[in-house]
């Protein structure tokens, strides 16, 4: 089974501070994906990697960098947060072509 | 501006019903489309991919692709309680390996 996975489940932090969220997949996908999904909105693309140090920029990147220094790991750094980043936060993993996505269990991210 | 729609439901169906729920993407070079289940508070789970013209079935779970429509369709045949949840649609366009959703459809199947 494709197994991915986000650091934390639910987390909390202050305006202003820098947060790093990962994903660890253990499939040897070349895609990593980055979305946030809110009510209403839908799943919206932040940022996806195509391969290691390469990255692209999703439909909502301002507010957000990504890291991918592995194949397995691809980081979502929130530089300076705030209260309308708070959202939940989900990663997602694919080989390049047709097929699908795979995700992670999501991060609830809430800044206060 | 790859655009991926469906009704946002609630949809209602009684135990043991079908559940039609419906999509439709602007994309006409759209390849691959997919629906996923998504539980409240959980991340979107595969259900069912389809990549041609047709249907395709899987279990309880039909999926229907009319290219030339731009409409994708999830059947689901005698629905339980547990298929309660927001039905994801989603498409990859040609050439792209990103995922476009829709918004979402809520199901509610009762007892």
């Known amino acids: 089974d494709v197994k991915v996975t986000q650091s934390s489940r639910y987390l909390v932090k202050r305006t202003g501070e820098k947060v790093f969220l990962e994903c660890v997949q253990d499939m040897d996908h070349e895609n990593m994906f980055w979305y946030r999904q809110d009510p209403g909105l839908g799943l919206r693309l932040i940022y996806f990697?195509?391969?290691?140090?390469?990255?692209e920029k999703g439909d909502i990147p301002e507010g957000y960098s990504v890291s991918r220094e592995k194949k397995e790991r691809f980081s979502l750094i929130l530089e300076s947060a705030s209260t309308n980043q708070t959202s939940m936060y989900l990663c997602?993993?694919?080989?390049?072509?047709?097929?699908?996505?795979?995700f992670g269990q999501g991060t609830r991210l809430t800044v206060v | 501006q790859k655009e991926v729609e469906q009704n946002s439901g609630p949809l209602s169906v009684p135990e043991g019903a079908i559940a039609s729920l419906n999509c439709t993407y602007s994309?006409?070079?759209?390849?691959?489309f997919f629906w996923y289940r998504q539980y409240s508070g959980k991340s979107p789970e595969l259900i069912m991919s389809i990549y041609s013209n047709g249907d395709k079935e899987d279990g309880r779970f039909t999926a229907q692709l009319n290219k030339a429509s731009q409409y994708v369709s999830l059947l689901i045949r005698d629905s339980q309680p547990s298929d309660s949840a927001t039905y994801l649609c989603a498409v990859r366009g040609s050439g792209y390996s990103t995922l476009t959703f829709g918004k979402g459809t809520m199901l509610l199947v009762s007892p």
């Open positions: 990697s195509y391969d290691v140090k390469m990255k």
């Open positions: 994309d006409r070079g759209s390849q691959s």
């Open positions: 997602a993993s694919s080989l390049t072509g047709r097929t699908e996505a795979f």
